[in-house]
């Protein structure tokens, strides 16, 4: 297998530009912050955006813990990649995740500086250090159930000039704000979700009451319940699928917790 290396400051861009500069290079695969990700799927690993601490995320990012390792190097195996790339923020980073990976030594850097200019990266800089703000390459449906309360939009390649347009599902990617990089704690009640919810609702046509709302978390998001009253003679089908549209829509968009399910009981009837 052939190992490359996609190397830059942190924040400049890399993650951004990576599919870009895998398929320029060859590379069928690639290793960023944690994850293996090959045509634009996470096949290994988890992502070290997730860490509570900057330190605990490089610890992540360098594959220090053996069962990350062993998790890698399956997925190497099972999906027989034949060219790795690895970003790091330097030739040594590079250098020790592929030591710790087992992977062999490095044939090829690529620099961020061969692929952007330096006003690119400096506005790449800007969004990590002002906004927080961090790339991952793959779609959003890819890390979604793994980034509730972190995900915040997803990102598509449209501009030239600083990549190649492609309309693949290679150019998806995700911005999130990890855990590390607010200064405190980010925290969303349960009452501020219920009362999207309600809201949401209530904005259905025939839909005349929310009567109880039950809010049950789990690691990958929240389970809504809601029992409700609607108007004598309507859609009742048809009114609970607007509201569970509307509240996991809202949830989602206004929260980045995701909407796992949401449940509506219909229990009673008014004219």
Known sequence: MKVIAFVGPSG???SYRSVMVSQNHGADAIIDDGLLISHGKVIAGTSAKK???KIASVKHALFMR????????R???RYNIQCLMILGTSDE????????LGVGEIEEYIRIE??????EMNMALR?????GKHVIPVPTFEIKKEFSGYFLHPLRRFQKNLDTEVTSGAADKSIVRPTFSYLGDYIISDNVINEIAIHEAMKIKNLEKVQNINLR????GVHIDMTVTVTYGCDIFDVCRQVQTAVRENVEKYTSVNARRVNVLVKNLVR
């Open 114 to 119: 061969d692929v952007a200019t330096k006003e």
């Open 127 to 131: 969004m990590r250090r002002v906004e």
């Open 51 to 53: 860490e509570d601490t």
């Open 75 to 77: 997925a190497l195996k």
């Open 12 to 14: 400049t861009g890399k």
């Open 66 to 73: 053996s069962y990350q390792v062993g998790d890698i190097r």
């Open 93 to 100: 980073m590079a250098q020790k995740i592929a030591r710790n």
């Open 217 to 220: 978390k789990t690691g990958h």
